[in-house]
């Protein structure tokens, strides 16, 4: 440990504490701690109990869901709420196959793995089809592509993550929606990285699967949701009570759902201000980018990407890139090559694989991502910091 400490002395002088690694994780806004914190003081009831202390937690469950279809324009009774997201992407995939009897899904090699994974197991487990839509050179969707797809008879559930954690590729939702429909397909959509940070109205928006995560927009970790639109009958994920109306038994986390329901509240209520605030720094981070380093590249048209997330190729040795996150970390730097449940490779991402050329594959990347906490401050140390890398 001391040796730790000392080595963590910052190499080019004072050392900073400067977090831009967002799209992993989010910090607890301390309007969610303290709710969080009062429902853990006063609310102990088991929500599933008759008595007071019971209905007293049940009531900021439903309050807790309200809130929440409020913020998204749908029915509280088609939240259901879960872990993490990934544990909704995995309900809501194999429900669709073992359910609603989809023996066909389309998706796309750019997905988050909580999503590829499973139906790689999925397609071995029940022997289902799956198919890839292309990947433009721009790190998005080919729609032509998709709609060639979706034409066919097979019962068919179309899943594309709505903005890419690691290179914010923003999907067209409603052009999507709109294929889907026309074909008689499900769409599921993995919104993990936009809820909380856009605007989602799914009575304008027939989507038929949603999944969020709490932590994504400032709320606690180890608690999400499913979207489920209400005329689709699921069977239950997890056998026992009678919790989640019937699909999801076991003792709901209230403070974690109150605290949920805190941080989506607040960051809509933020939403217009933070945003102007957070594309100023992404644009600034550009400018900065371009000004102090030659054949500089990005993953994504960065003026098209999503206005908290840019990743950047940097004109750097490949053997800089094993080393690179450490060399920023020893700085102070929080930053990531791409998803957090992968950063500490140094194979290149399966979504960079997908769609970049081979010379810009092997050069090293970061993935910067923001918050309203972040100030161009941080991105003026970060630019001092990799020009003496």
Request: some cysteine; charged content about 25%.
């Amino acid at each position: 440990m001391l040796f730790f400490q000392r080595y963590k002395i910052a190499k080019f002088g004072p050392m900073k504490n400067i977090y831009l690694d967002n799209a992993s994780t989010t910090a607890l806004r301390p309007e969610v701690i303290t709710e969080m914190t009062k429902v853990l003081t006063e609310n102990f009831g088991n929500p599933s109990s008759s008595h007071a202390f019971g209905r007293s937690s049940k009531n900021l469950i439903e309050l807790s869901r309200k809130s929440i279809a409020k913020q998204l324009n749908c029915n509280a009774k088609e939240i259901i709420f879960t872990s993490c997201g990934t544990e909704a992407n995995n309900f809501i995939i194999l429900s669709c196959i073992r359910d609603l009897k989809v023996n066909r899904i389309i998706t796309s090699k750019i997905e988050h793995h909580a999503v590829l994974h499973t139906i790689e197991v999925f397609q071995k487990q029940f022997d289902i089809q799956v198919d890839y839509v292309n990947i433009l050179e721009d790190g998005t969707v080919d729609y032509n592509d998709l709609e060639e797809l979706l034409n066919d008879d097979k019962k068919t559930l179309v899943s594309l993550m709505h903005v890419n954690n690691e290179i914010g590729t923003v999907l067209n939702l409603e052009k999507v929606v709109s294929l889907c429909k026309n074909n008689n397909a499900y769409f599921h959509t993995d919104t993990v990285q936009s809820i909380g940070k856009t605007k989602i109205d799914l009575t304008e928006l027939p989507i038929d699967f949603l999944v969020a995560s709490a932590h994504k927009f400032h709320g606690p970790k180890g608690i999400g949701f499913a979207f489920i639109r209400k005329q689709i009958v699921l069977q239950p994920l997890l056998l026992g009570g009678e919790q989640e109306k019937g699909l999801r038994a076991g003792t709901e986390s209230v403070h974690n759902i109150v605290g949920m329901a805190k941080a989506l509240e607040i960051s809509f209520e933020k939403l217009e201000q933070e945003k102007i605030k957070v594309s100023k720094l992404k644009r600034y981070l550009i400018e900065q980018l371009n000004l102090n380093f030659t054949e500089i590249s990005f993953a994504g048209n960065p003026e098209d990407t999503f206005y908290n997330v840019i990743n950047v190729i940097l004109p750097f040795d490949e053997n800089k890139t094993s080393m690179l996150l450490f060399q920023l970390d020893m700085n102070g730097i929080a930053v990531s090559r791409g998803s957090a449940c992968q950063s500490g490779s140094v194979k290149p991402s399966h979504v960079l694989k997908a769609f970049l050329p081979k010379e810009l594959l092997q050069k090293p990347n970061i993935r910067v991502s923001f918050s309203h906490n972040n100030t161009k401050d941080d991105i003026d140390y970060l630019i001092d910091i990799l020009k003496k890398i």
